[in-house]
T-cell receptor, first 112, second 114 residues
Framework: DQQVKQNSPSLSVQEGRISILNCDYT??????FLWYKKYPAEGPTFLIS?????DKNEDGRFTVFLNKSAKHLSLHIVPSQPGDSAVYFC???????????FGQGTTLQVKP | GAVVSQHPSWVICKSGTSVKIECRSL??????MFWYRQFPKQSLMLMAT?????????EQGVEKDKFLINHASLTLSTLTVTSAHPEDSSFYIC??????????FGSGTRLTVV
């Protein structure tokens, strides 16, 4: 039962263009969403988050959009840089437990 | 910012032996620690949740007698893989929660059981 899904295993984007990573969830009890960047054999690095009471949060080149009715969130990176190449995970938190449930990850490759 | 130190970063052990992984929050108190494992090219799967001073809560399918978790203080949690087998080989990551929405991850431990 995959409660958080990232249906695109990989994404390739040209440097300078926009990268859009998508995430869907099924549990309406999730109240907080986070995006992490991860390299192999390293822990995840926090990028940006959004509360379920908002529909957009922006931090520099990173913007997260939340569509609660569709149970969908997306991470926009613009402009994309080669250093952004990594695996991106979305995660969702259920307020009552505090647990983070992760999606399967999307490997982003930004080509120079 | 918040830092979580996880050790060792990698370990190789023989089948049947036990391995202990430590996770320390260096500059904050973590009331809750989470332990994850990640198989190659897969997601981070939550194994258990531990609160300081109480028994860990394990996710369905995770053997509590095999994966012993101790959270004796607000800055230290340990995961012990007992009687390790090759199928336990994985990447183990801890996460410390210091604030309601603040999760800090350790750098992970690559366990290889031979």
């Amino acid at each position: 039962d995959q409660q958080v899904k990232q249906n695109s295993p990989s994404l390739s984007v040209q440097e300078g263009r926009i990268s859009i990573l998508n995430c869907d969830y099924t549990n309406s009890m999730f109240d907080y969403f986070l995006w992490y960047k991860k390299y192999p054999a390293e822990g995840p690095t926090f990028l940006i988050s959004i509360s379920s009471i908002k529909d957009k949060n922006e931090d520099g080149r990173f913007t997260v959009f939340l569509n609660k009715s569709a149970k969908h969130l997306s991470l926009h990176i613009v402009p994309s840089q080669p250093g952004d190449s990594a695996v991106y995970f979305c995660a969702a938190k259920a307020g009552n437990t505090g647990k983070l449930i992760f999606g399967q990850g999307t490997t982003l490759q930004v080509k120079p | 910012g918040a830092v979580v130190s996880q050790h060792p970063s990698w370990v190789i052990c023989k089948s049947g032996t036990s391995v202990k992984i430590e996770c320390r929050s260096l500059d904050f108190q973590a009331t809750t620690m989470f332990w994850y494992r990640q198989f190659p090219k897969q997601s981070l799967m939550l194994m258990a949740t531990s609160n300081e001073g109480s028994k860990a809560t394990y996710e369905q399918g995770v053997e509590k007698d095999k994966f012993l978790i101790n959270h004796a203080s607000l800055t230290l949690s340990t995961l012990t893989v007992t009687s390790a087998h090759p199928e336990d080989s994985s990447f183990y990551i801890c996460s410390a929660r210091g604030t309601p929405d603040g999760y800090t991850f350790g750098s992970g431990t690559r366990l290889t059981v031979v």
